[in-house]
């Protein structure tokens, strides 16, 4: 994973949303003798971190996400806005990531720009907060780029349009809608993983979520 291609990316922004947001796609390099969760990575293996969102909440509850959150008053800029609410769900402290750049802004069905930031942060076990957060996942990069882990599909949207989901199922945790888009770009940036041409399936716009 080679985070230069982020630094070197020219973001493009959304500014014309109801609401301004930000998340944080935490980068982690596992050192000599560290293990994942769920298994035993080479030294030096990249990894990102999740959360699962509680199920209690009203937006999105249950799914995966980056840690992040909507734009505060007190917040100097949007990256402040990533570093924050990365503290107040994972504990990660601000002077612990080490910002490289940002991704393309996206929008979501919620009237929202979202703008992704990407940090090197600590490889340490990070605490959620239970009020907001049910999860912190730990994924390996060369597991989210193993084609065998990846599908798509392409429906309406009744906001969107056409577009094409994707679904990146590793260790049990299935990474889907505005984070899959956003985890896409991440990876095509950074490593040799590429979207396929064409999605595994075309469904309805009344199809069930394949998670």
């Given amino acids: 994973m080679d985070l230069a291609g982020v630094d070197r990316h020219a973001a493009v922004a959304v500014e014309d949303e109801e609401r301004d947001a930000a998340v944080l796609a935490p980068v982690i390099t596992r050192s000599d003798g560290v293990a994942s969760p769920t298994r035993t990575e080479a030294a030096g293996s990249h990894h990102l971190l999740f959360t699962k969102r509680a199920e209690h909440l009203g937006e999105h509850p249950g799914q995966m996400s980056f840690p992040g959150g909507g734009r505060e008053p007190e917040d100097r800029d949007l990256e402040a806005t990533a570093l924050r609410e990365a503290n107040e769900e994972i504990g990660l402290r ?102 396929p041409d064409e999605p595994d399936r075309v469904v309805g716009p009344d199809a069930d979520f394949p998670v």
């Fill in 94 to 195: 601000p002077d612990e990531a080490a910002v490289v750049g940002r991704l393309d802004d996206i929008r979501t069905i919620t009237r929202y720009a979202v703008r992704p930031f990407v940090a090197r942060v600590a490889d340490r076990e990070y605490v959620p907060d239970e009020r907001e957060v049910a999860e912190v996942a730990v994924l390996p990069v060369a597991a989210l780029t193993d084609p065998e882990n990846y599908d798509s599909e392409r429906r309406d949207h009744p906001y969107y349009g056409e577009i094409r989901l994707h679904f990146f199922r590793v260790d049990g945790y299935v990474v889907w809608g505005a984070t899959a888009r956003i985890l896409v770009q991440l990876l095509e940036l950074t490593t040799d993983w590429r979207v």
